[in-house]
């Protein structure tokens, strides 16, 4: 049972480049979450979805888009890259139901030159 | 959604009970406390919440005031490992995709 799965870890793009963060969770968890966090901040939220087909935005959601094609899978994508997205990413599921914990994947490390 | 406060640092001892406060006067009736911890830039790791009883599991005790403006993460026994930035968080469990994280608590046990 792998949990959050994220990649890649590590990444350096430069200005204007795009790209993909994946995201995958083998718990079959409804809820899906994308959250940056930027050095002694906490996580904020940029995007989320509720299941397969259905998302939303969070509290930063521009320069981001992303989709939800499967339950499994839930990439963040990056249309062109700015200085101001270098951060850590990391990508949550939930369960519904009584049991709400949030299971968090290990985080991509982005630095945009 | 209501806000939290808790301590931006506080220090422990190895071995004895790290006591966590958290404010959160305007919490609505069906939102959920939840604590989470950070260790070391990894991705934030669930602990323990509660409603309005005290919780315990392996981990943590939760302890919530009777009005639930405020409550207490309890680690009882800290070891070096305990090391993290904790999160209190509330939230109604349908929401629990929207987690708002504030600064947390760095949390040092020292040897």
């Known amino acids: 049972n792998a949990g959050v799965t994220q990649t890649p870890k590590f990444q350096v793009l430069k200005t204007g480049q795009s790209m993909t963060l994946q995201c995958a969770q083998d718990m079959n968890h409804e809820y899906m979450s994308w959250y940056r966090q930027d050095p002694g901040m906490g996580l904020r939220l940029i995007h989320y979805?509720?299941?397969?087909?259905?998302?939303d935005q969070g509290e930063v959601p521009n320069g981001y888009n992303v989709s939800r094609s499967t339950t499994e899978d839930f990439p963040l994508r990056l249309l062109s890259a700015a200085p101001s997205q270098t951060s850590v990413y990391f990508c949550?599921?939930?369960?519904?139901?009584?049991?709400?914990?949030?299971?968090f994947g290990q985080g991509t490390r982005l630095t945009v030159v | 959604d209501a806000k939290t406060t808790q301590p931006p640092s506080m220090d422990c001892a190895e071995g004895r009970a790290a006591n966590l406060p958290c404010n959160h006067s305007?919490?609505?009736?069906?939102?959920?406390v939840y604590w989470y911890r950070q260790i070391h830039s990894q991705g934030p790791q669930y602990i323990i919440h509660?409603?309005?009883n005290n919780e315990t599991n392996e981990m943590a005790s939760l302890i919530i005031t009777e009005d639930r403006k405020s409550s207490t993460l309890i680690l009882p026994h800290a070891t070096l490992r305990d090391t993290a930035v904790y999160y209190c968080i509330v939230r109604v469990p349908v929401r629990s995709y929207q987690l708002t994280f504030g600064k947390g608590t760095k949390l040092s046990v020292i040897p």
């Open positions: 949550a599921s939930t369960a519904t139901g009584k049991n709400t914990e949030a299971f």
């Open positions: 305007t919490i609505s009736g069906n939102e959920y």
């Open positions: 509660g409603l309005k």
């Open positions: 979805s509720v299941g397969a087909g259905i998302t």
